[in-house]
């Protein structure tokens, strides 16, 4: 048998102000588009936008 399609999936998230990633989990039924936060940036030192990579 074939396995279904989890609600949960893994993305990567890039900073907009320096190259660095988070790799975090998002729900495909809650949150259908691009994610967007403000997390904290090691390389610039200060919390900055995360957007949603493929």
């Known amino acids: 048998m074939a396995k279904k399609k989890g609600t949960r999936i893994v993305i990567k998230m890039k ?16 949150d ?4 967007e936060l403000r997390k904290y940036d090691p390389v ?3 919390h900055v ?6």
Do not use: A, D, I, M
């Open 15 to 30: 900073s907009t102000e320096s190259g660095f990633q988070y790799v975090t989990t998002k729900s495909r039924r809650n």
């Open 49 to 54: 936008v995360f957007r949603e990579t493929k």
């Open 32 to 35: 259908p588009q691009r994610l």
């Open 44 to 46: 610039v030192r200060r």
